[in-house]
């Protein structure tokens, strides 16, 4: 029987923890959030889609893991898929899907790790949130798009219950810096009985 992770995910306090678990995790990583029926990256990726039906449009899967998120986007209908995420174990897995056309990784603890304007459309799916990104994710992500892209997200509901990760958002929006085009509350993990909302956001 595998080692669980999954409890302890919500407790990581530092960026080198929070590398270190998913290390550690990779290898039973998509069996044990799958035992569970994990359910964001659909409802993600078909959002996106909703909003952008471009099969060709380069997508940037920020924070892909070991590739739940990119077999998701190209299930929905994305075909040009590049995936980045700090940990090297999970890039394996996510190689192994073979729905990436680039996999690349960064330094957790780099506060600029993307090129500016270089994609229409960023996802973050189960990305940002408590035991994982940090809110200020979400202005790295809208700030590396351009006018008019589009950033697909979501939140689960430990991020909805602190008021740091919905305070970004509600930030951009209140400023017209961005606008909301889809949000959608409902199963995240339904096996822990865990929901999200997921969004479409975009820069104006």
């Known amino acids: 029987m595998s080692e669980k992770f999954l409890k302890d995910t919500y407790n990581l306090n530092t960026p080198q923890e929070t590398c270190e678990h998913y290390q550690k995790w990779a290898g039973?990583?998509?069996d044990e959030v799958g035992e569970h029926g994990y359910a964001t990256p659909g409802r993600v990726a078909?959002?996106?889609?909703?909003k952008m039906p471009e099969a060709q449009t380069p997508i940037l899967d920020y924070g892909c893991g070991t590739g739940l998120s990119g077999v998701a986007l190209n299930a929905a209908g994305f075909?040009?898929?590049?995936g980045v995420d700090p940990?090297?174990?999970m890039l394996k897995g996510a190689a192994a899907k073979g729905v990436y056309r680039n996999l690349s990784t960064f330094e957790i603890t780099d506060p600029d790790p993307l090129e500016q304007?270089?994609?229409?459309?960023?996802?973050?799916?189960?990305?940002i949130g408590v035991g994982a990104a940090p809110p200020e994710t979400f202005d790295l992500l809208m700030n590396a798009l351009p006018k008019g892209g589009l950033l697909a997200f979501?939140?689960?509901?430990?991020?909805?219950?602190?008021r740091a990760y919905s305070?970004?958002?509600?930030?951009?929006?209140d400023m017209g810096s961005a606008r909301l085009l889809f949000r959608e509350y409902g199963p995240h993990l339904p096996g822990l009985d865990l929901k999200s909302d997921v969004y479409v956001v975009e820069k104006t």
Not at 79 to 82: E, F, L
Request: aromatic share 12%; proline share 0%.
């Open 87 to 89: 940990t090297s174990q």
């Open 79 to 82: 075909q040009i898929i590049d």
């Open 46 to 50: 078909d959002a996106l889609w909703l």
């Open 117 to 127: 304007d270089a994609y229409k459309a960023i996802t973050a799916i189960g990305v």
């Open 154 to 162: 979501s939140f689960n509901d430990h991020a909805l219950a602190d």
């Open 28 to 30: 039973s990583y998509d």
């Open 167 to 173: 305070g970004r958002l509600n930030d951009w929006l």
